[in-house]
């Protein structure tokens, strides 16, 4: 078996990163609740942490600015997806309806 790439590992570790912190939106989680969590050092968690932030996915907290959360730009894509599905649930069922009319 081949060994992970380092862009690769560094994705991971992104993706391992936004799962940290969901549930801490609020009070958010410091730098060493962080890393620990990642099993990396903190310099690199920083890293981590800012290229998110770069991307507009985490933030400091505002006034706890030792802790750090994820923005709501997630929760906005959740949002956009759940009213696509509403709009293509609207056009099947308006599809549903005119195609199981009764002829008159």
């Known amino acids: 078996m081949s060994e992970t790439s380092k862009p690769a590992q ?3 570790r992104a993706f391992r990163l936004v799962w940290v ?3 801490h939106s609020f009070e958010g989680l410091r730098l060493k609740q962080v890393a620990d969590a990642l099993q990396v050092s903190s ?3 920083l890293r981590d942490l800012q290229v998110l932030a770069e991307e507009g996915l985490a933030e400091r907290v505002p006034g706890r600015e030792d802790c750090w959360r994820l923005t709501p730009k997630l929760v906005q894509l959740a949002c956009a997806h759940q009213e696509e599905m509403r709009r293509l649930k609207a056009a099947v069922d308006e599809f549903t309806q005119r195609y199981t009319r009764q002829p008159r």
């Open 10 to 12: 560094s994705v991971r």
């Open 21 to 23: 912190l969901q549930g």
């Open 43 to 45: 310099p690199m968690a």
